[in-house]
């Protein structure tokens, strides 16, 4: 398994000077938000999407994935009952896909929560919207090499699909290999009822955790919280997981700099012990 920095922790940063400062704290991937790219990541031309790859090669870094999809452009919903927002969320999405591939990443994980909220009263109609959506994406994850994960989320930030055994079901109806799920750390000590480790118990040898995000319930990063990480890091190296584990807090504490730095000095200390 490899450590990948969520890059809008250090946004403040050119994206040269965020890939070197990762790579020199031992990180060996960049997770990248596309909001961090412009405002609309979607429409980048070819010529700034080479000299972004190559600008992480040249620092021995490599773009993971992307995350956090639909907050540019402004007005996306994958379960809005207005079908010609879906369409222009669906577009976006496939977009992304593709940027996704472009970069060289093996990943996505739509998370969004404001742009997946259910109206009230509406709710069935809603999953209905998200799940085609949610397929349309699939299919373009097949056609480009990749893997959409469909992220669960606690209920504080969105009211549609809050656990793994919900985005499961959702995967396996749609039926699509380049569908998955992921765990999120803090969402899952939120709204599950078993710890972290015990979902990755539970769902690792399925198949269906296809990424980790790594943060603590107080929304700080591994290590500045009460949340102790140990067990799943023990659980990830029992199952012989080789994917990538982004570090996402959202909170930076004093900065972005020294968070992500806190964060893999933590994490890798505890590796060290599983050894």
């Known amino acids: 398994m490899r450590m990948a920095l969520c890059n809008e922790v250090v946004r403040e940063l050119p994206f040269e000077k965020q890939c070197a400062l990762a790579a020199g704290l031992g990180y060996r991937a960049l997770e990248i938000a596309p909001f961090t790219l412009g405002e609309e990541p979607h429409r980048l031309d070819a ?3 080479a000299r972004l790859r190559r600008t992480a090669e040249s620092a021995g870094i490599a773009i993971s994935g992307l ?9 996306l919903s994958i379960t809005s009952a207005d079908a010609e927002v879906r369409a222009r969320t669906v577009a976006v999405m496939e977009r992304l896909v593709a940027l996704c591939a472009e970069l060289g990443g093996g990943y996505l994980v739509h998370g969004s929560p404001a742009q997946r909220m259910l109206e009230p009263g509406r709710e069935a109609e809603g999953r209905a919207h998200a799940r085609e959506c949610l397929a349309r994406a699939a299919r373009a994850a097949e056609r480009a090499g990749v893997t959409y994960c469909l992220e669960p989320l606690s209920p504080e930030e969105t009211n549609f699909v809050n656990s793994i055994e919900e985005a ?5 109806e749609i039926g699509s290999p ?8 803090r969402a899952a000590c939120l ?3 078993e710890t972290p480790a015990e979902l990755l118990e539970r769902w690792l040898h399925g198949g269906m955790i296809a990424h980790v995000h790594l943060n603590d319930r107080n929304k700080g990063a591994p290590g500045q919280g009460e949340d102790r990480f140990a067990p799943v890091l023990a659980t990830l190296s029992r199952h012989a997981y080789a994917g990538t584990i982004g570090v996402e807090p959202f909170r930076y504490r004093p900065d972005g700099p ?3 730095a806190r964060a893999i000095g933590y994490l890798c200390g505890i590796l060290e012990t599983l050894r």
């Open 67 to 75: 995350h956090w999809l639909l907050v540019t452009p402004p007005g």
């Open 168 to 172: 499961v079901a959702i995967v396996r």
């Open 47 to 49: 010529a700034t999407i």
């Open 178 to 185: 380049a569908l998955k799920t992921m765990l999120d750390h």
């Open 258 to 260: 020294t968070c992500a």
């Open 191 to 193: 709204a599950e009822r």
